[in-house]
Structure formats: C-alpha cells, structure tokens
C-alpha cells in the first residue's frame, strides 16, 4: 500500500509517498528557513504562509518522484499535532481535502511520536519492542517508553526550552547563526568542553529535562567574561561546554530510562540527534551496558513526511482511523 504523508508542523513543507510503511519513494522538502534566519528564528506567520502557497507544488513533485499519481494511494497521513497552529492548519486541510475527495482513509499523527518512526525507515536494522526512546527536536525534548507504534507512553519531557532551542538560542547569543545547534557543533569542535562549569537546573520528575537555566547562564558567563577580560573571546570553550553539558543530561537521562525500565534498545529521534557529540557519547555509553542505541539515517533526523507516512501506515494496520474533521487544535 501507497501512504501519502504530508508535514507542516513547523518551517518545512514536506511530502512523501512510501510503500507499506517502510519503503520511501519520494520524500520531498521545502523549508523556509531562509526567510527565518533573517530574525534568528521561526515566524509562524511566514512559515504558514509559504506552505499555503508551495503544498500543492510539492505534493505534485513527491508523486511525480514516487512515479505515481494519487489513484495509486490508498492512504493519507498528516501531522496533526504539535506543531505551530497555521502551519499545522494548511498540511491538516490539505490532506483532509484529498482524503474527502479521493474518498481515501485519512490519518492524523503525532509529529514528535513520527520522529521514533524515522528509525524504521530506508531499510537497516529495525528496532524491537519495547524500547526508550529519546527525541531532541527544535520543539521538543521527550522520554518515551515505546510498548508498539499505539502504545507509547511519556516518561518525561522538557519543562522550559527544548534542547534544539536551547542550541538556537545559546547559538545567538554567541553570535552565531540560525540553526544554532550545527554552528554551535562546528565552534564546539575547537573549544574545551571543561573550560565552564556549566549545569542543567533541576526538575521535578526524574526523567524531565530543564535547558532555559543554562542558557541563561552562558549569557551571564558571557557578559561578565567580556567585563573581566575585554578582547578575550571564550566562545568555542563555552560552546563545548555548553554541548557537553546538555549532552551529559540526555545520556544520563535516557540510560537511567532504560535501566529502571530494564530495557536493552535505546531510539533517537529528532534534529539534535544529528550532533556528533550526542551521537559517540550515547553510542559509548549504552554500549557499555549492553543497550543498543538506534539513530535514523541522518537525512531523516530532521523534519520529514516519510516519517508521517510510516507512522501513519503502522497506526492504520492497527485499526487507528481520524476524521474528516480532524483538528490540529483538539
Ligand atoms: O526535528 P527538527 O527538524 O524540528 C522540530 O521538530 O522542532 O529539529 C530542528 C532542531 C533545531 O533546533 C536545530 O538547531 C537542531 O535541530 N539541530 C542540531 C543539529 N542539527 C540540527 N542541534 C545540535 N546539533 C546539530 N548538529
Ligand atoms: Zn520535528
């Protein structure tokens, strides 16, 4: 079976055909990023706009790609939430037209539980149930336990920032560009992650996460370093230590998730999984206990409809269905 995937949730515009939920034909992606990095992050207003006007474009690539025409879909699958409302509306619309004409099953998913999925994606190893699962996105930073596709439950989320918006926000105020997360990878490389003692502030659930405090204090450290030693630039030690701090907080996290749950497969998801740093230390450190530790293929880390489009199919086999009515505000 075809699956039409369509996601709007936040700057891209993406549409994908994939076959039984594995097998991506198209995934094709448009991002209006360039018209963002102009104020150092997203403007809903732009985003919306931009997606009303290429969403039919790219739908139309992504079939021509699949070499395929929308008879030879049998099902659409669209992210209905989170995400920001008016992007959310025109992917939600879209495909809620589509699926009342065609007379296609329509299926609303979960955009941060689609992340999870990207690691069932483009052929590979494929990871057995139960397992963790840890996605770091640009609007998210969630613990999860995963029992099958319908059967995912929270064991934790960030209570402020996200870690990728602590990256783009920490990022600015080092003067760097919009994503912050690799500009701040690439300075990082060159600095000691040592130098500054920062940490992550404390919360109320074990496997919650807090990134607002450090940013905060790299802007504290910032001010008071240029005051105490003007012309003396610290930014690649404070960006490694930045990194390593956030990522000593998602390791230690996700093992201790694993551990008390007493499971051996770990899944990463979302654009911050893309960070080297991330990547070696959660590879190291779950390999020390046995843990095998899953990332998608890089070009799916990041948002994507393949991802929709497979999910959508699992949660279709299980007997999940949405309405035409379907709301990105319910
Ligand atoms: O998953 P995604 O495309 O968006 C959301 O669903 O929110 O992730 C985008 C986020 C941005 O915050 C970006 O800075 C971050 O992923 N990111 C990274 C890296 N590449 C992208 N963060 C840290 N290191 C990277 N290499
Ligand atoms: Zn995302």
Redo the contacts with the bound molecule.
């Keep these: 079976m075809y699956t039409l995937g369509i996601e709007t949730?936040?700057d891209e515009t993406s549409v994908a055909v994939v076959e039984n939920g594995r097998n991506i034909l198209s995934n094709e992606i448009i991002s209006s990023l360039r018209f963002h990095s102009l104020y150092g992050g997203v403007i809903p207003e732009i985003a919306s706009r931009m997606q009303l006007e290429v969403i039919t474009t790219v739908a139309q690539n992504a079939l021509k790609k699949a070499r395929c025409s929308l008879k030879d879909i049998g099902l659409i699958s669209v992210t209905a939430l989170p995400g920001l409302p008016g992007s959310l509306l025109v992917g939600v619309s879209f495909a809620a037209s589509l699926s009342l004409t065609l007379r296609l099953p329509l299926i609303g998913v979960d955009?941060v539980h689609s992340?999870i999925y990207a690691n069932f994606l483009a052929g590979g190893y494929v990871p057995e149930f139960p397992f963790i699962a840890l996605v770091v996105?640009?609007?998210?930073t969630s613990l999860f336990l995963v029992r099958d596709f319908h059967r995912i439950v929270i064991l934790g989320r960030t209570q402020d920032d996200?870690c990728?918006?602590a990256?783009?926000k920490t990022a600015k105020l080092l003067g760097l560009g919009y994503?912050?997360?690799?500009e701040?990878?690439r300075l990082a490389k060159k600095g000691n992650p040592r130098k500054v003692k920062f940490r992550c502030s404390g919360t109320r659930g074990a496997y919650d996460f807090s990134f607002s405090g450090i940013k905060t204090a790299v802007m504290y450290y910032l001010r008071d370093h240029r005051l105490r030693h003007p012309g003396c630039s610290l930014r690649a030690d404070v960006a490694a230590s930045f990194q390593e701090t956030v990522v000593n907080a998602l390791v230690r996290k996700s093992l201790d998730a694993c551990r008390k749950e007493r499971i051996k497969t770990l899944v990463v998801g979302?654009?911050?999984a893309?960070?080297?740093c991330l990547r070696d230390r959660l590879l190291r450190e779950s390999g020390k206990e046995g843990i095998r530790c899953c990332f998608p293929e890089r070009s799916l880390?990041?948002?994507n409809a393949a991802m929709v489009a497979g999910f959508g199919y699992q949660l279709f086999r299980k007997g999940i269905r949405s309405s035409f009515d379907l709301s990105p505000f319910a």
């Design positions: 949730s936040c955009h992340h996105s640009g609007g998210h996200a990728g918006e990256f783009d994503p912050g997360g690799p701040i990878e979302g654009g911050v893309l960070n080297g880390c990041m948002d």
